[in-house]
């Protein structure tokens, strides 16, 4: 789902890099265009409303002069097809990053009469490719797929983002963030999906070891990749947001943020179980309640996380994307 309590960090992310001057930079963006899903949709998934989706995917969502949002909640960086020949049954509200390109195309085209025109505005412009990639995995784990063959997905995933990448660069694109995936085995909805009698199977933080080592391995393909890309275009900062080092730090530095140490991995709105999740009965099903204090949760709804610790997450992350944006013009 798609609320303000999930796009936090985006918006404070979007805010800092206009606003940075008290910290010694200054970034005169003139646009910002994020592509991703729930992680950063801020009302698309609701637009397309629950019927007739695909009339929407002919046009794209609202925006302006001063950028556009594309994220759509449930999306994926692979199309359909590649789902399809894997028996991966994937949303009909799904909108893959291809088609969020076509967004984007669309937009440019309709604020620019040439290319040159078009490569000028981007050069004022911040695109952040994602997060995205994640639900690719998500739909093959709930399918039980088996985390060997979902592996053998990375590089598809992978190529798919920096492919996309590399065309916005080729539009005009000169400084792009490409954040990478959070630690899925710390997140309720896995927590309760995979359990394991083997303590061996958690880390010292509760969290389910061998889902987080899939985690890291998208991330280490995709830093690689994201190296080569940088040598293909050495005029372009191309940067890579680290979203599991970031949520990482605020587990482990929880009880100082403000955090109850009892709910660490537990969601503030769901019902039943170890981690207050149920996947039958999720937040905003009737009859489920929501925690009287989110602001001490990290987890929201057992899928994505609070406004709190999007807030913590935003003040690591903007910390280290100011350092290496090189964004005084």
């Given at each position: 789902m798609a609320s303000s309590r999930y796009v936090l960090f985006l918006i404070t992310l979007s805010l800092f890099l206009f606003t940075c001057a008290a910290q010694h930079t200054i970034c005169p963006f003139q646009s910002i265009y994020q592509f991703g899903d729930s992680i950063s949709d801020t009302g698309n998934l609701i637009r397309k409303g629950p019927v007739a989706a695909r009339s929407y995917a002919a046009r794209p969502p609202y925006g302006h002069s001063h950028g556009v949002n594309f994220a759509?909640?449930?999306?994926?960086?692979?199309?359909?097809?590649?789902?399809?020949t894997r028996n991966i049954h994937t949303p009909t509200s799904d909108s893959p990053l291809s088609l969020q390109l076509n967004w984007f195309r669309t937009h440019?085209?309709?604020?620019?009469?040439?290319?040159?025109?078009?490569?000028?505005?981007?050069?004022?412009?911040?695109?952040?490719?994602?997060e995205i990639g994640g639900n690719d995995?998500?739909?093959a784990f709930f399918q039980n797929k088996p985390i060997h063959e979902i592996r053998t997905y990375v590089p598809h995933v992978v190529g798919t983002i920096v492919n996309s990448v590399r065309e916005v660069i080729r539009l005009g694109a000169v400084r792009v963030v490409v954040p990478g995936n959070f630690p899925v085995g710390c997140i309720p909805?896995?927590?309760?999906?995979?359990?394991?009698?083997d303590p061996r199977a958690y880390d010292d933080m509760g969290c389910l070891s061998g889902l987080n080592e899939f985690a890291l391995f998208h991330n280490n393909y995709l830093q690689h990749a994201l190296a080569l890309l940088r040598t293909?275009?050495?005029?372009?900062?191309?940067?890579?947001?680290?979203y599991y080092s970031a949520f990482q730090s605020v587990l482990r530095r929880a009880p100082y943020l403000g955090f109850d140490r009892r709910s660490l991995l537990r969601a503030c709105c769901g019902v039943g179980g170890l981690y207050n999740y149920d996947g039958s009965r999720m937040?905003?099903?009737?009859?489920?309640?929501?925690?009287?204090?989110?602001?001490?949760?990290?987890?929201?709804?057992?899928?994505?996380?609070?406004?709190?610790?999007?807030?913590?997450?935003?003040?690591?992350?903007?910390?280290d994307i100011l350092s290496r944006i090189q964004c005084v013009w």
């Open positions: 759509v909640a449930g999306s994926t960086a692979l199309d359909g097809a590649f789902f399809a440019l085209n309709s604020l620019c009469h040439t290319p040159q025109e078009c490569a000028a505005r981007l050069r004022r412009s911040l695109i952040l490719m994602g995995y998500n739909y909805i896995y927590l309760s999906s995979f359990p394991s009698s293909e275009f050495p005029n372009v900062v191309i940067l890579y947001a680290d937040c905003g099903t009737p009859g489920v309640p929501v925690c009287p204090n989110p602001a001490e949760h990290i987890h929201w709804d057992g899928v994505h996380l609070t406004q709190e610790a999007y807030r913590h997450m935003s003040q690591i992350l903007i910390s």
